[in-house]
């Protein structure tokens, strides 16, 4: 039996917004619900087979799983790729991911995905969104895909959604292995180093992202005008990447000229929001000390900063800032409920969010939710046209967070037929990448690693 951390997140709040900060808020603000919360559909008599889930699961996770010596490195690797076929080597938040789905099946394996992970981290403590291991296979993958790198060709030079510490305290809470503990906290220490040193030039508590994938959510409309997207669909996204990819090649391997240069500089809050929740998860990892009190006040700056600089008071919810000037990018995406994840987010927000929300048959609440983009935006695309992702499509990594958030916050209903939709798209589909949001249709990659975190929620 897995062990889950108090609370929803394992996250008691360990502290509140400056009362200068909330004082603010409250004086502008009238933190008053207009929408009707969504009708609550009837589940009696649906029973989630947890046999047949983990059963599911482990025969994705068993196929998926890759295990050798690198003949690069002579590293020995252990990690479970999201998808054979699409994706066959070592992604950053699926690995994080995948080791808390061994949770409740291989706790052993979960270290060993982890262990793998970290291991590739950098002397100046990077970690990259790829890693390499079996590089027979890069060719192949390089012919469909692009990928930003800088000299050493194992590695992608990019990173991903900074979600790692979580992973790594859930993995230590569920094993009590104070061995891993101890042999993870040096990386971990100088990766969210890294990130406040390198990603976040104007120091005010917000990281930056130079092109989407870093965010993980690459195809959404939020980018549409950073990238100048005029043409809406993969092939068009692919082109205006490869504009940035083209401006980016003099500049790899230097992320502080590549944000200078303000080509594709994004302060999203979907990686802001799992920045402050891994940071939170670090310093109780490093528990009473300087450097735990050092990360706990990062948390807090960078919750701030979104409470300051990303919320929007009229719309009711959050938006991602672009550029150097921090414009701030007036679309609703999933990303936009994300803060959510953070236990100490001030109530009166979370109460808008999800009754206007999230909640909302209008946006979010479709009948299995949580889609990417919200139904009411005219970009709002359900299904797969050819890999344009991140438009429509429910993810179930996303109804995690969010389930967890929800869960935490108080409203256990709502992210009990989250769970409840999340379960019946994988009975019907498989473990699929993403679902149709209307009809649990299954699409993208099949035998898809993170779909396993059904199992966590």
Request: proline share 7%.
């Amino acid at each position: 039996m897995t062990t889950k951390p108090a609370g929803s997140w394992g996250v008691k709040p360990s502290s509140t917004p400056s009362p200068s900060l909330l004082g603010r808020w409250w004086q502008r603000s009238i933190w008053k619900s207009t929408k009707t919360p969504a009708p609550r559909p009837d589940l009696r008599g649906y029973h989630l087979d947890r046999a047949a889930l983990e059963e599911g699961a482990k025969k994705i996770l068993l196929t998926n799983l890759r295990q050798g010596v690198a003949d690069w490195n002579g590293q020995v690797y252990s990690f479970v790729c999201p998808s054979l076929t699409g994706y066959p080597f070592q992604w950053f938040w699926d690995s994080c991911f995948h080791a808390i789905a061994l949770l409740h099946l291989d706790p052993n394996q979960a270290k060993a995905e982890l262990r793998t992970l970290m291991s590739g981290a950098l002397s100046n403590g990077f970690m990259p969104h790829i890693i390499f291991w079996e590089m027979e296979k890069q060719p192949d993958f390089l012919s469909r895909n692009i990928v930003g790198q800088a000299g050493d060709p194992h590695y992608s030079s990019t990173m991903q959604p900074p979600i790692i510490a979580y992973a790594v305290e859930r993995v230590y809470r569920a094993t009590g292995d104070e061995e891993f503990r101890k042999a993870a906290l040096p990386v971990l220490v100088n990766f969210y180093r890294w990130l406040r040193n390198t990603r976040d030039p104007d120091d005010d508590g917000l990281i930056a992202v130079i092109q989407p994938e870093e965010a993980g959510t690459d195809c959404s409309p939020k980018y549409d005008e950073a990238l100048g997207l005029t043409e809406l669909s993969n092939q068009g996204f692919i082109a205006a990447l490869r504009e940035i990819y083209k401006a980016y090649e003099a500049l790899r391997g230097d992320d502080r000229k590549i944000l200078a240069a303000d080509l594709f500089h994004f302060e999203d809050v979907l990686v802001n929001s799992i920045y402050a929740l891994g940071m939170r998860s670090l310093a109780r990892l490093l528990g009473d000390s300087p450097e735990g009190d050092e990360f706990n006040r990062e948390a807090d700056r960078t919750r701030d900063a979104l409470l300051e600089k990303c919320w929007d008071e009229e719309a009711g919810v959050f938006f991602d800032l672009s550029g150097v000037a921090e414009k701030p990018v007036r679309v609703v995406t999933i990303s936009s409920l994300m803060p959510l994840i953070l236990d100490d987010l001030p109530r009166p927000i979370v109460e808008r969010l999800v009754n206007d929300w999230v909640s909302s048959p209008d946006h979010f609440w479709t009948p299995y939710p949580l889609p990417s983009v919200p139904v009411s935006d005219p970009k709002f695309m359900p299904g797969n046209p050819r890999g344009f992702i991140w438009r429509g499509p429910s993810w179930i990594n996303t109804n995690w967070f969010l389930s967890h958030a929800l869960r935490g916050h108080g409203y256990g209903e709502l992210a009990d037929i989250i769970v409840a939709k999340s379960h019946e798209c994988i009975e019907k589909s498989g473990f699929r990448e993403y679902y149709n949001p209307f009809t649990a249709e299954g699409l993208g990659a099949r035998d898809f690693g993170w779909s396993t975190l059904i199992l966590d929620m």
